[in-house]
Structures are given as structure tokens and as C-alpha cells.
């Protein structure tokens, strides 16, 4: 058994669905769980809806809920004949779901309600795609994951039971299997007991597929996205970027952690405990090799290049001379926490500690206006952070070149600089 997610990206028009049907013709014999996310900027349309509903702007989330309704019965409508009238219905049911909590007001959380609109995404586009693969040949059986993934009610971060999420697996999908050779849900979300939806945070589609993996103890999960491979830089800001073939989890865990735009850390846990592969590979053209990352060392990797632009470094020291020491720094650590800052970069000098993050003005502002009632602070914006690993001595001459370098830290793989 495999499992195979598909990105917004993939399914994002009627002639990339069309595409994702011409991939699992190519497995006709092989049983397949399939997670799909939602299409294209659905998730970003449907937390405009959020916002509006939020603001007690009814008629505008309703309006705006509509263009979201428009445009999937659309795509069903040129892709379904005989299987429209049935997917159309299922459609309705999740449109009302949604209408209905949009008539009220909104008396609970933000989050609460992000999940409950934000979740509807995934519902449609497996509604489509599903009906869409059934008519064309390719026997699917559609499931509910709220029905199988349970959850806290952490909204828009959930943590995922896995005893009982575990149980729900094997009662209710590992049958279906003995009928049918593809299994069919969405990834990203979740239900608390009380059937509340949920939603898994950032990267939760791949989650929700490396979950199911580990479940289910297959022999490979494939991420099928728009790039040919994992590539050793960002294409959009380096012109001479290579595919890497072969990671081992620790690499990609430490790509992730400097800010790749890879595979998220808690994706790769559940693989890694099961010691299950997992490929990376482009749908645009699936006879690419791609990327395949596992638990054996890799050697020879070439420089990893990572720029986090839009950085701001925070500058701060005693303000009497003295050490800046271990109660001065739980006190900035408190602040982080307090504040869901994760710094980027620190450095701890004898009477300074310096710090880099994103670029967030209002969580930056209240950070700097804290630690200002027992140190001095600086805020130095419009910064870079490059980060090497891998590294070598012409590479990183020639990507510092002219730049002024503010900070700097190394270890024998890394390096990092900030950069004006």
C-alpha cells in the first residue's frame, strides 16, 4: 500500500485534475490512499469569508462564500456528466454547512470559526475529484476524514489523538481497501468528539498523509507538488539551482528549521518511526525521478542555500555594564513564548543578546517594548538571513559579495550571516 497527497497546486484547474487522473492510471494494480488539499487559493478565499463573518459583515462573507460555491460547481460542471447530479449534492450539503454557521454571529473564537469555514476547501475538491475519477474509471471510495482524525479543540492548531484516530483507521479504512484499490480524503482536518472541525496548522495536509502513513504502515508516502525535485535553493531567488536526489529526515528537518521551503519537521516524525520513505515528485511530469528522503546517511550533498528576507534584528544590552545573564535571558525566552516568537537567529554577547526575526511589526514592537523594562534596545530593520549548509569558501564569497555583514555564526556544516 501507498499513499499519495496532492497540493493545492495540482488540482487547481479542470486540466491538472485531468492530470492527477492520468498519474494513478499509471499504479492500476497498487492500493492507494489518496489525501487532496484544497484547490488552488481556496483556503486564502475562505479565510476572507472568515474575516468578513468575523466583523459581523454578513452580506459580504455571504457574497464572497458564493464566489467560492461559483467556481467549484463550475469546475464540476466541465468535468462531471453522468456522476454531476450526485456530486452536486454532496456539494450543496458542505455549502450549507458553511451558510449556516454564516447567518449566525459570531460568539466564540476566531479560530473556532477559521476551522469551521476553513475546512470546507479539502471537503470540496475531494467531492470533485473523486466523482470525477469514478466516472472516468478509476473505482474510488470517498471518506470524511473529520469521521477519522480525531482531535483536541485547539482550533487551527490541533494535536491529533492517536489512539483514537489509530482505532478509526483500521475499523473504518482499512476495510474499504478489500473493495477498492483507492481511498480517497482530505488532508489539513480533523473533528474534535463533539464533531467540532479542526484544522492541523501550517503544512497539515502533508501531516495529515504522513499520519495515515504511519497508520496504515505502508511501504512509501509520495508528495506530488509543481517542482521537479527538492532543489538546493528557492528557483525564484537563485538562477542556478540543481534537484537534490536523496535526503536522509535529519537533512530535511534541518532545512526546515533554517527556513527551506521543504518538507515540515512534523511530517517527517511519523515517517521516521516507521522508517517509511518518502518521495518527492513532480506532477507536471511524474517520469521525473524526483526526490526520495529516508533514514539512511547521504554524503557528497551539495550547498543548501536558504535567504529569509523581510528580517529584523533586535538588538539589546544592560543597562549599567553589567552581564546580561541567565535571568535577563528567561525573562526575553519568557517574552518569546508569551508572544509565539521563534527567533531566527540569536547571539549572546557579555552585556548584549542579540536576536533576528521575521518581520512582524506589532509582535516585534510589543517584544522590543518588553525587554526595554530591564535592557536597552536597538531595532535594525530591512535585513537578510543567509544561510549556507554545506558550505564552501567560493559560494559564500560570491553570495556575500559587497553585502555588509552584521552577524555572523558557523559550525562545521553551516553557516549563517545577516546581511544590509
Known amino acids: 500500500m501507498k ?38 487559493k481556496t483556503t486564502n478565499a475562505l479565510e476572507k469569508v472568515t474575516d468578513a463573518f468575523w466583523n459581523e459583515k454578513i452580506e459580504e462573507a455571504l457574497k ?10 463550475t469546475t464540476a ?20 454547512e458553511v451558510e449556516w454557521l454564516l447567518h449566525d454571529k459570531p460568539v ?21 475529484v473523486s466523482a470525477y475519477l469514478n466516472e472516468t474509471g478509476i473505482a474510488n471510495k470517498w471518506i470524511d476524514v473529520r469521521d477519522i482524525i480525531r482531535t483536541d ?7 491529533i489523538d492517536w489512539e483514537m ?71 525564484k531567488q537563485f538562477p542556478d539551482v540543481r534537484p537534490i536526489a536523496e535526503l536522509n529526515y535529519n537533512e530535511v528537518i534541518e532545512m526546515a528549521y533554517y527556513g527551506a521551503q521543504v518538507i515540515h519537521p512534523k511530517t517527517i516524525k511519523p515517517l521516521q518511526n516507521k522508517d517509511i520513505p518518502l518521495y518527492v515528485k513532480c506532477f507536471l511530469n511524474s517520469t521525473l525521478p524526483g526526490t526520495i528522503i529516508h533514514n ?20 539589546m544590552s544592560s543597562k549599567d555594564f553589567s552581564f546580561v545573564g541567565e535571568q535577563h535571558i528567561g525573562h526575553l525566552y519568557h517574552l518569546f513564548e508569551k508572544l509565539n516568537i521563534k527567533p531566527n537567529l540569536t547571539q549572546n554577547g557579555a552585556i548584549s543578546f542579540l536576536c533576528v526575526l521575521d518581520e512582524w511589526n506589532e509582535k516585534n514592537e510589543k517584544l522590543a517594548s518588553g ?46 550571516v545577516l546581511i544590509q
Open 296 to 315: 539512511m546517511p547521504v554524503h557528497h550533498l551539495p550547498p543548501i542555500i536558504v535567504l529569509k528576507e523581510k528580517q529584523v534584528m533586535i538588538e
Open 77 to 96: 460542471k466541465y468535468l462531471l456528466v453522468t456522476h454531476y447530479l450526485a456530486c452536486e449534492g454532496k456539494l450543496k450539503n458542505f455549502f450549507t
Open 153 to 159: 479543540d485547539d482550533f487551527r492548531d490541533a494535536t
Open 165 to 235: 484516530t489509530s482505532s478509526n483507521v483500521q475499523s473504518s479504512i482499512v476495510p474499504l481497501f478489500n473493495d477498492t484499490n483507492i481511498v480517497l480524503t482530505q488532508g489539513f482536518i480533523g473533528a474534535t468528539d463533539e464533531n467540532e472541525s479542526t484544522t492541523l496548522g501550517k503544512e497539515g495536509s502533508d501531516y495529515t498523509a504522513a499520519v495515515f502513513a504511519n497508520m496504515l504502515d505502508v511501504e512509501s508516502l509520495t508528495i506530488w507538488k509543481d517542482v521537479e525535485a527538492v532543489m538546493n535553493a528557492d528557483p
Open 108 to 128: 466564540r473564537s476566531y479560530d473556532y470559526y477559521y476551522d469551521q469555514v476553513a475546512c470546507a476547501g479539502e471537503l470540496f475538491s475531494t467531492a470533485i
Open 64 to 73: 464572497l462564500f458564493e464566489q467560492v460555491k461559483q467556481q467549484h460547481i
Open 371 to 416: 525587554a526595554a523594562e530591564f535592557l536597552d534596545v536597538k531595532l535594525v530593520k530591512g535585513l537578510s538571513l543567509l544561510t549556507i549548509r554545506h558550505y564552501n569558501k567560493e559560494l559564500f564569497e560570491k553570495l556575500t559579495n559587497g553585502k555588509k555583514i552584521l552577524l555572523r555564526q558557523q559550525t562545521p556544516e553551516t553557516i549563517q
Open 3 to 40: 499513499v499519495f497527497k496532492f497540493g493545492g497546486a495540482s488540482v487547481n484547474s479542470v486540466e491538472r485534475i485531468i492530470n492527477l487522473a492520468d498519474i494513478l492510471r499509471k499504479f492500476p494494480h497498487e492500493k492507494i490512499l489518496v489525501i487532496i488539499s484544497a484547490m488552488g
